[in-house]
């Protein structure tokens, strides 16, 4: 058994339109000799809109996966912002809210547990697994890449739940970039949101939200933007030709999950990272940056 073992839970969009996630999850912490093992029989959790139509549910859903979590060792790493918000605010508002617990456990007719630490893919490769470590492991450093590290709503938000950085000032992603050889650019949207799941139902107000943080990383000077999350990387990559036809402009930024630049540094070939399903070549830049 590696060293460092855990839970995982990839969540909806990881098995369906954000496989590559899931692929260069899988390959990266295979390659730093992490374990994963899934958890068995995980449904969804309710996501960005269950909290709001039915508590209960929501609460549930996420109480049910983590109870089913109790059957793999090691903590539960979550590699979706919205899977790791809803865990973590499940957890935070059990434990605050005896009444609400008891309301759980009568849907779920069982007694919680809730003491598993639940952990997003970012805190695993800085604190976990280690800067130092990571760095020694990146056999093809990121060099000359500028990239804009973007955070989103929920990895840190709301301030009391997540605990897995300063809240408006969080340097994390930024510190697994540099681990790995690239540059991290300074830049005013990296805590904005993209619009999330309003891509379906108000799609005018993504395209509207995610323009204003393409334009920022391009103005700062980045040549590609870093997420953590599946609905941020579909509305800043898959939807980012309808932003530039519906702005007259051009930004042909690539976005790229945490895991696949993280791969690339550590020698992982495209194929094993899923680059070819991204909307937005990444191949030019690479090929430019030397990184291939």
Request: hydrophobic share 40%; net charge negative.
């Amino acid at each position: 058994m590696s060293s460092l073992s855990y839970a995982y839970y990839p969540g909806c969009s990881l098995h369906a339109s954000a496989g590559e996630y899931d692929l260069s999850t899988r390959e990266l912490f295979s390659a730093l000799d992490v374990e994963l093992t899934e958890v068995p029989d995980w449904f969804c959790c309710g996501a960005t809109p269950a909290h709001n139509v039915d508590e209960l549910l929501s609460l549930s859903l996420c109480a049910k996966n983590l109870e089913l979590a109790e059957q793999v060792f090691g903590d539960v790493a979550v590699a979706c912002a919205a899977c790791f918000s809803r865990l973590k605010f499940t957890q935070h508002t059990l434990e605050e809210n005896e009444a609400k617990r008891r309301q759980v456990e009568k849907a779920l007719d069982a007694p919680l547990k809730l003491d598993r630490n639940v952990k997003h893919l970012l805190e695993i490769l800085a604190r976990d697994y280690g800067l130092e470590k990571l760095t020694t492991k990146a056999s093809r450093p990121l060099s000359g890449l500028k990239v804009a590290c973007y955070y989103g709503c929920l990895l840190t938000r709301p301030p009391e739940v997540p605990n897995l950085d300063c809240v408006e000032a969080p340097t994390i992603m930024e510190q697994v970039v540099e681990a790995v050889g690239g540059t991290a650019v300074p830049w005013s949207h990296r805590l904005e949101c993209c619009g999330a799941n309003f891509t379906l139902s108000r799609p005018g107000v993504v395209l509207q939200l995610s323009n204003a943080i393409l334009e920022s990383a391009r103005d700062a000077g980045a040549d590609c933007i870093m997420v953590g999350c599946p609905l941020c990387h579909g509305n800043l990559d898959i939807r980012q030709k309808e932003i530039e036809s519906a702005h007259y402009t051009t930004y042909g930024l690539p976005v790229f999950y945490i895991t696949q630049l993280v791969g690339m540094a550590c020698g992982l070939t495209p194929d094993r990272l899923g680059l070819e399903a991204l909307i937005v070549d990444p191949m030019p830049l690479l090929k430019e940056k030397g990184l291939l």
